[in-house]
């Protein structure tokens, strides 16, 4: 099929069983609805300049739907049933436009990216049922110097070596040609295998429709030896959305062998035609279809669908949370999509005998006819460290034994007991695995105290128990068969608060433990099977035979008793652990975003820069908020911008990132000779509204305004406030913060409301045009007859595409200005020092070691009682301290080292937390033009 040389390959594509890897990633399979694009379709994407909130991006087009099959409620549609809200969207485009659908990596074995050898070829849809193909110089390679390539075992027969796809075709085209090929050997001298080439037709759920296999083909295996075509024709069968090429053996080497896959092609085309490598593919939208709204025209004949998609940020925006806790422990998803099956609290008031669960799936937890438990307990602690920072303000429940406090006996004692779960039985899930966690502080260390108890009356009693017995914690499983074992699993203090999971796989054999953050794991020598019943499952004593009498019961306080029906992997553990203890106390904003994006649910891709802004406070104050806008304060506190990118990455970007962009990606204006880009219109406006003369930002940890004003451009235009707030800790960085908007803000300054960009007309836009991003710093030039040339340097705050079906395509830009001066930090001092390190005080001869010795002496840099490091190749920091300077006047140092190391080291200062590279800072270190800040 012939393409127009001026205008790329460009698709829309629908996935009807995925879910836009918002959660567990994209399954099913993409369709190709290109075809049915008509009039026009448009993307929204980004915000009206620099202080505006950020809105999910959106794309709206037509669909033509004269069959019915895009009508959500044709159940005989081939989507049915899953034209559902929020299914994967998007927009790509092939530029320059080739017939080869495949991408540059997949069909030359990594080289357009390109990809470094060792690739795997799975995120690239390149498998096999023997190995994923991974990407491998070649010398002899058939096209370029890089191939795929899978090694197997002998006699490996009846399944594909070497598989690419699904690749997504035009859905419901019954009977439109497409072909794939490529070229193959194998790599293994002797090695003479046979292959069956095949093309697999795949409906919207990913089942094999149908398979088309042409004749199977002898390979002689060579290092370097030729190349054998592999091709196979076929048309779009009934209700196929996708295609698998695959290259089956039918007969196998008897030894270990290579396999190899270069010069890969599909196209739409009646049989293969020459191959040529793909033109880039570039993203342009990737969303979920929210709303399918239908129209029936010319008296019904003629159907539309007119549908709007919106990105990841619409559904974050509807997560709400309640407290940071809550949404540590409901984040963890089994692999079936399977979260809790209970958690209760125990942040009842004072009073209460009935605890619910926060997850609504099971009755409440009742407290045992005895007395002795007290809710709505203020939480307290031993030490200043020995609490917990989540959930600020909720209570605890107290359980107060007495005397009987960890003394085995027969009597009623304080307990909660927990009611059964769905299918009526106590206790831990039988199979399937699960996980168990509990926060505990204990007040008496008498004898062993169970925390937490499920018990059976079988002989031997089966049970799961987690209990401290002097001074430690331990965890008991064991059943009728003699199966699970008792574990130590390390000291816990008394009077301060404790974190413990306890867990099982689903075959009952291994363990993982989590005490306060510390993860341990086994196997036991015979698995945990215990029988379907468990008599109770108690809280704080140990309930025998459903009788409500107890023994070895709890002295001390209880809550965050929750359960998953899966194991939590240790990541997971230390997580909600960490979130429990500190609540974040001491994230930087990049880690603070990754924590409420995760939070949330996303599982999907992102890229989050570290952040600038460093040692945030507890992150207490998401209760309440959606996670839109616990991430955009974030966003704010670090003076940053964060967007879902054109192939849906949720991007944060920290504040550095506009500073170091010194220079415009793309130049813009009239004079296109000398390399300027053409554009169809642009306008100019001062844009009042973004004036601000007396900043006002609050600190949300203390509630403290700091203010930065200018008299004078309040003389010119009156009092113009902005006001912010900021999860920033240092007063010092906030009052940075303020001054630098008041420098940004007091004046009015010229932005581009509207940049128009015609590739449509002039292809030579293409490539710029697709390959734009919010946050791209661009230059334009405008040369006004009898004017002076106007020159705009400007970051891009939004882009809104605009096209249809006739051809046309227009992109709306909108941008704000770059800063009028040059931001800067002070770089990290480096230098090489070849000598050792010395246990001790020491002088070293550093003088004339950095690069401009005579006007940057070493004493220069120092002072007495600075600490520095001593950085090894490996990256060992040995951090020392200055204590005496210009020794004999030749530019020595004293040095006090509490270690001894060989050299040669890098001597640096002392990075921030996360920073190994002491240069990481050196593309910033330029002095500012104007002005110089240090937000």
Not at 443 to 463: E, F, I, K, L, R
Not at 698 to 717: E, H, I, K, L, P
Not at 886 to 896: A, K
């Amino acid at each position: 099929m012939s393409q127009n040389p001026n205008w790329p390959v460009l698709v829309g594509e629908l996935n009807p069983t995925g879910n836009s890897n918002y959660g567990l990633g994209v399954a099913g399979c993409f369709a190709d609805l290109t075809g049915r694009l008509i009039q026009q379709w448009g993307t929204a994407r980004g915000r009206q300049f620099e202080l505006d909130e950020v809105q999910p991006g959106t794309w709206s087009g037509v669909w033509d739907d004269r069959d019915g099959a895009l009508d959500p409620s044709n159940t005989a549609s081939m989507f049915a049933p899953n034209l559902v809200p929020y299914r994967p969207w998007r927009v790509r485009a092939q530029w320059p436009a080739t017939v080869n659908l495949l991408s540059a990596d997949q069909a030359t074995g990594g080289e357009g990216t390109p990809l470094a050898p060792g690739t795997s070829g799975a995120p690239y849809f390149v498998t096999g049922a023997y190995g994923t193909p991974v990407v491998t110089a070649s010398a002899s390679a058939w096209s370029g110097t890089q191939v795929w390539q899978v090694t197997t075992a002998s006699a490996a027969v009846g399944s594909a070596l070497v598989s690419f796809g699904p690749l997504p075709v035009r859905a419901g085209a019954v009977g439109l040609p497409y072909a794939f090929s490529a070229r193959i050997r194998s790599a293994t001298a002797g090695a003479n295998p046979t292959v069956a080439p095949s093309l697999a037709w795949l409906d919207t759920n990913g089942r094999t429709l149908s398979t088309t296999t042409v004749a199977p083909m002898a390979l002689i295996g060579s290092a370097t030896g030729g190349w054998t075509f592999a091709g196979v024709p076929d048309v779009v069968p009934v209700g196929a959305v996708a295609a698998v090429f695959a290259l089956t053996m039918t007969v196998a080497p008897t030894a270990s062998w290579s396999f190899q896959v270069d010069g890969a092609q599909f196209e739409q085309n009646t049989t293969a035609s020459a191959f040529t490598v793909p033109g880039t593919w570039f993203p342009l939208y990737a969303g979920m279809v929210e709303r399918y709204p239908q129209a029936w025209n010319d008296s019904g004949a003629f159907g539309t669908v007119t549908p709007t998609a919106v990105d990841t940020f619409a559904l974050l925006s509807q997560v709400q949370f309640t407290d940071l806790m809550t949404a540590a422990i409901q984040a963890p998803r089994s692999a079936s999509g399977a979260g809790l099956s209970f958690c209760y609290r125990l942040g009842e008031q004072a009073g209460s005998t009935q605890f619910t669960d926060a997850t609504g799936q099971r009755g409440p937890a009742v407290v045992a006819p005895t007395g002795g438990v007290t809710a709505g307990v203020a939480q307290t602690s031993a030490s200043p460290g020995g609490g917990y920072a989540a959930a600020p303000g909720t209570t605890v429940v107290n359980f107060n034994p007495g005397a009987n406090a960890g003394t085995q006996n027969y009597l009623p004692e304080p307990c909660l007991i927990l009611p059964p779960g769905p299918d009526g039985l106590y206790g831990p899930p039988r199979t399937g695995g699960f996980t168990r966690m509990v926060a505990f502080r204990q007040t008496n260390t008498t004898g062993g105290q169970d925390v937490w108890c499920a018990d059976s009356p079988s002989s031997p009693t089966s049970t799961a128990t987690m209990e401290v017995y002097q001074g430690s914690f331990y965890m008991e499983f064991a059943d009728h068969n003699g199966g699970g074992a008792t574990v130590n699993l390390g000291a816990v203090s008394v009077g301060n608060w404790h974190l413990a999971f306890i867990s099982t796989d689903p075959a009952g054999l291994g363990w993982r433990a989590c005490v306060d953050g510390v993860v341990s794991s086994g196997t036991f020598a015979k698995p945990w099977n215990p029988p379907d019943f468990f008599s109770a499952d108690t809280i704080a004593a140990d309930a025998i035979s459903g009788v409500n009498n107890e023994f070895v019961p709890f002295a001390g306080d209880i809550s965050w008793a929750c359960q998953w029906p899966f194991q939590l992997s240790p990541a997971q553990m230390q997580q909600i652990y960490q979130i429990w203890r500190t609540a974040g106390t001491g994230d930087s904003t990049g880690q603070r975003y990754a924590r409420i994006l995760g939070l949330a649910g996303y599982q999907g891709p992102s890229l989050i820069d570290p952040g600038q802004t460093t040692n945030l406070p507890a992150a207490t104050d998401i209760a309440g908020q959606d996670a839109l806008t616990a991430l955009s304060q974030v966003v704010t506190t670090e003076n940053g911008q964060h967007f879902v990118d054109v192939g849906g990455v949720v991007r944060f970007q920290d504040r550095s990132r506009r500073a170091k962009a010194q220079a415009p990606t793309f130049v813009f204006g009239e004079n296109t000779a000398a390399g300027e880009l053409p554009y169809d219109t642009v306008a100019f406006d001062f844009d009042p509204t973004h004036i601000g003369n007396d900043i006002q930002i609050t600190q949300n940890s203390s509630g403290t305004v700091f203010r930065a004003f200018d008299a004078a451009s309040q003389a010119a235009y009156g009092i113009r406030t902005v006001t912010r707030t900021t999860q920033a800790s240092n007063p010092l960085e906030v009052q940075d913060a303020a001054h630098y908007l008041l420098g940004r803000y007091a004046k009015a300054r010229m932005r581009i409301s509207a940049l128009t960009l015609n590739p449509g007309t002039n292809p030579t836009l293409w490539p710029v045009c697709l390959a734009l991003e919010l946050g791209t710093r661009i230059r334009v030039n405008r040369r006004p007859p009898g004017a002076p040339m106007i020159t705009f340097d400007g970051f891009v705050e939004a882009i809104n595409w605009n096209a249809d079906d006739g051809a046309n395509a227009t992109v709306d830009v909108q941008v704000s200005p770059a800063d009028g001066w040059t931001a800067w930090t002070d770089a990290a001092m480096h230098f090489t020092y070849a000598g050792n390190l010395i246990n001790g005080t020491a002088w070293y001869p550093f003088g004339g070691l950095l690069t401009d010795p005579a006007g940057n002496p070493v004493h220069a840099n120092l002072s007495i009682g600075q600490r520095i490091a001593f950085l090894t190749t490996a990256g060992t920091s040995y951090p020392v301290t200055v204590t005496g300077l210009d020794g004999n006047g030749v530019g020595s140092v004293q040095l006090s080292s509490t270690a001894a190391a060989t050299g040669p080291f890098t001597v640096c200062d002392l990075l921030p937390a996360g920073v190994t590279d002491p240069t990481s800072f050196d593309a910033m270190a330029v002095l500012g033009k104007t002005t110089t800040l240090g937000y």
